[in-house]
Structure formats: structure tokens, C-alpha cells
């Protein structure tokens, strides 16, 4: 069974940066598309960016320009550097890996417990 623990999450002020990490662990990590999702109160799950095997990134157009994911294959490890932090980032924060076949629909992987984020104005 795929399991993922993130890290990193915190309290900070507007404008301050933040790095969350997820540890991925069972799975080969080269067949799987990794993400970062949020969840805000009162608010549907959400991607905030996604990595594929290859490297091919997609963004979601609130944190484009702010926020960098990447991966490292070596520790099974994937990253979410944000920075210029604002208010409405405060969320969640999910790891999920899935299939690259599988990559439309993150529901049919696996989901990490999620790292509470609080930007504070």
C-alpha cells in the first residue's frame, strides 16, 4: 500500500515562504504522477501543482510564479516551495501520487493525512 507523509506546514505571515515535503513509501516511483492539493474550510480539494515522472509541471494559476514543485527520485521525495505567501493559500495541504495511466483522476490514488498551512495577513 502506497503511503505518503507530509511535512512542513506551519504559521507564517503574508509574504514569508515555507517548504512542505512528502515522503513516499511502497510504490516505484518513477510510474507515478506526484501532486500537491489543498483544502480550505468550507472548500472543495483543490490541485495546487503536480509533477510528472519526466519533469512536466503543471501549476494551478493561483500559485503560478509563487510556488515551485519538484521531486527527487533518489529519496522518493517530492517538494512544495512556497513562497509570497498569502492569506488565501491557508488550506490543507495533500500529497497525492498516482499512476501515470491514472493521472486524470487523483482519487484513484493514494493521499497522504495533509499538513495544515496558515498564512496569517
Known amino acids: 500500500q502506497v503511503q505518503l507523509v507530509e511535512s512542513g506546514g506551519g504559521l507564517v505571515q503574508a509574504g514569508e515562504s515555507l517548504t512542505l515535503s512528502c515522503a513516499a513509501s511502497n510504490l516505484k516511483f518513477s510510474l507515478y504522477v506526484m501532486g500537491w492539493y489543498r483544502q480550505a474550510p468550507g472548500k472543495e480539494r483543490e490541485l495546487v501543482a503536480r509533477i510528472t515522472s519526466g519533469g512536466s509541471l503543471d501549476y494551478a494559476d493561483a500559485v503560478r510564479g509563487r510556488f515551485t514543485i519538484s521531486r527527487d527520485h533518489a529519496r522518493n521525495m517530492i517538494y512544495l516551495q512556497m513562497n509570497s505567501l498569502k492569506p488565501d493559500d491557508t488550506a490543507i495541504y495533500y500529497c497525492?501520487?498516482?499512476?501515470?495511466?491514472?493521472?486524470?483522476?487523483?482519487?484513484?490514488?493514494?493521499w497522504g493525512q495533509g499538513t495544515q498551512v496558515t498564512v496569517s495577513s
Open positions: 497525492n501520487a498516482v499512476r501515470t495511466a491514472a493521472a486524470h483522476d487523483p482519487n484513484l490514488g493514494s
